[in-house]
Structures are given as structure tokens and as C-alpha cells.
T-cell receptor, first 113, second 107 residues
Framework: NAGVTQTPKFQVLKTGQSMTLQCAQDMNHEYMSWYRQDPGMGLRLIHYSVGAGITDQGEVPNGYNVSRSTTEDFPLRLLSAAPSQTSVYFC????????????FGSGTRLTVV | RKEVEQDPGPFNVPEGATVAFNCTYSNSASQSFFWYRQDCRKEPKLLMSVYSSGNEDGRFTAQLNRASQYISLLIRDSKLSDSATYLCVVTRSWIIFGKGTRLHILP
């Protein structure tokens, strides 16, 4: 089925480790984004991309890197994991940034110990 | 003032009842409006768009009041499966999510 695929679904990291969360979409969407969701905080934008080769920071970018080498893929890299990065991470895509019909991936539950 | 504000709830409503949520937004330049639904431990999913003329999708009715800068969602004949968190969404050149209102439908 068409949509947004995120891997892994669950991950436990030790403080200081690095890892990459994968996100791929097959809807030819130009806009892709990463959010984290914490209890009581709602969805917070980490990084976004309006097309291949173009990325920008969102509300909470520190500690994360992204790249967009293809339209389909938008990986999120944690450089040196910290307990404060324990969260649920969602990737979302859309035809454009301001268009409200976002499609979300199923999420990655990350625990940093 | 937060850009998009919602009552966090929870709203505990008996099955079959009608329930309404409101959401207020602070920026009058906001362009598009939506309601998303998020089930526990799942991703948000688009429920419906919101138009000034009001729009209906089955048991769900959404309304936009630009003058007062609020958006509403009405659920009629509520079902147990309606239990979820409902996110109000506003867009300008980017999308802004409210923190959501939790709804529990009681049997």
C-alpha cells in the first residue's frame, strides 16, 4: 500500500550512541518532515525538506541531522543520543509544506538509557 | 498565547451522545484548517478538512468561524471506536498542530 514507511518501530539506545531512523514515501510528495511527540508537548517539528537536496530546521533541531538525496527518502540521524531524546518520532509527507493533508508513518518509539 | 489552543480533556462521554470540541487559533492569516485523529500509540490521521461553510462527513461535522478564530468538531451518535485524541490543525505557509483533545466514549 502507498504511504510512509518508518523503520525501526522500536529502538533502545545507550547514551552517546548514534543511529539513523529511516523514512520512505512512495507518493511522490515533495515535502517531508520529522516530528517528535512527547506527553503533554504535542507534535514538535525537528527538521523538514521541501524537495530533494533541500532541508531546513524546525522547532527542535538540536542533536539531529537530516539529508534528502532522493524524493522518496528522508532519514533522521541522532548524532549522540541523550535521555532527553527518548520520544516517539513520526515522519510525515505531503505535496507541500502548507498543505494540510499530511500522511504520517507509524512511528518509531525510541528509548535512550 | 499559543498559536493553536485546544482543551486537553479528557472528555468522558456515554456512547450515543453528541460531543463537541472547539479549537482557537491566534493568527488571522491562517489559511487552511483540519481535524486529525490519533489513536493511542498510533500515528495521526487526517479526519476532515474544515471550511467556513461547514462540512459534514457522516456523523462528523466541522465548522470554521474566521471572525472569532475558532474551529469546531461535532460528533453525533458517538461510538466506542470514536475514542481517540483529536488534533486541531492550522496552516499558513507551514502546518501547526494543536496538542489535542482526548475523548473517551463510555459503554
Amino acid at each position: 500500500n502507498a504511504g510512509v514507511t518508518q523503520t525501526p518501530k522500536f529502538q533502545v539506545l545507550k547514551t552517546g550512541q548514534s543511529m539513523t531512523l529511516q523514512c520512505a514515501q512512495d507518493m511522490n510528495h515533495e515535502y517531508m518532515s520529522w516530528y517528535r511527540q512527547d506527553p503533554g508537548m504535542g507534535l514538535r517539528l525537528i527538521h523538514y525538506s521541501v524537495g530533494a537536496g533541500i532541508t531546513d530546521q524546525g522547532e527542535v533541531p538540536n542533536g539531529y541531522n537530516v539529508s534528502r538525496s532522493t524524493t522518496e527518502d528522508f532519514p533522521l540521524r541522532l548524532l549522540s543520543a541523550a535521555p532527553s531524546q527518548t520520544s516517539v518520532y513520526f515522519c510525515a509527507s505531503s505535496y507541500s509544506r502548507g498543505q494540510g493533508g499530511y500522511t504520517f508513518g507509524s512511528g518509531t518509539r525510541l528509548t535512550v538509557v | 498565547r499559543k498559536e493553536v489552543e485546544q482543551d486537553p480533556g479528557p472528555f468522558n462521554v456515554p456512547e450515543g451522545a453528541t460531543v463537541a470540541f472547539n479549537c482557537t487559533y491566534s493568527n488571522s492569516a491562517s489559511q487552511s484548517f483540519f481535524w486529525y485523529r490519533q489513536d493511542c500509540r498510533k500515528e495521526p490521521k487526517l479526519l476532515m478538512s474544515v471550511y467556513s461553510s461547514g462540512n459534514e462527513d457522516g456523523r462528523f461535522t466541522a465548522q470554521l468561524n474566521r471572525a472569532s478564530q475558532y474551529i469546531s468538531l461535532l460528533i453525533r451518535d458517538s461510538k466506542l471506536s470514536d475514542s481517540a485524541t483529536y488534533l486541531c490543525v492550522v496552516t499558513r505557509s507551514w502546518i501547526i498542530f494543536g496538542k489535542g483533545t482526548r475523548l473517551h466514549i463510555l459503554p
